[in-house]
């Protein structure tokens, strides 16, 4: 019953700017972390920004100071606002929810830079 929903992904040029949005459902949303997470070809699946229930967020150094995660408790969503793309962000971006030691993915929306 547990759904995430991410939206916001297309293609930018570099030094472009997209938002990403994930959409949660069938969960006590506020009291867990969320997290945005992406995986490009032939790479693993890596960390891009955490934010956890109370506000308190945290970024991989390759993003740092470009992008900002966010979430509004209210609306049971969280956000991934992305500055001065670069080609490296060409990922697919993934939503999570971290429930104890359970993950919740939501299905990932595509992220292209071009050069």
């Known amino acids: 019953q547990v759904q995430l929903v991410e939206s916001g992904g297309g293609l930018v040029e570099t030094g472009g700017s997209l938002r990403l949005s994930c959409a949660a459902s069938g969960i006590a949303f506020s009291i867990y972390d969320m997290g945005w997470y992406r995986q490009a070809p032939g790479k693993q699946r890596e960390s891009v920004a955490t934010i956890s229930g109370g506000g308190i967020t945290n970024y991989a150094d390759s993003v740092k100071g470009r992008f900002t995660i966010s979430r509004d408790n209210a609306k049971n969503m969280a956000y991934l606002q992305m500055n001065s793309l670069k080609p490296e962000d060409t990922a697919v971006y993934y939503c999570?929810?971290?429930?104890?030691?359970?993950?919740?993915w939501g299905q990932g929306t595509q992220v292209t830079v071009s050069s």
């Open positions: 999570n929810l971290q429930k104890f030691l359970y993950s919740y």
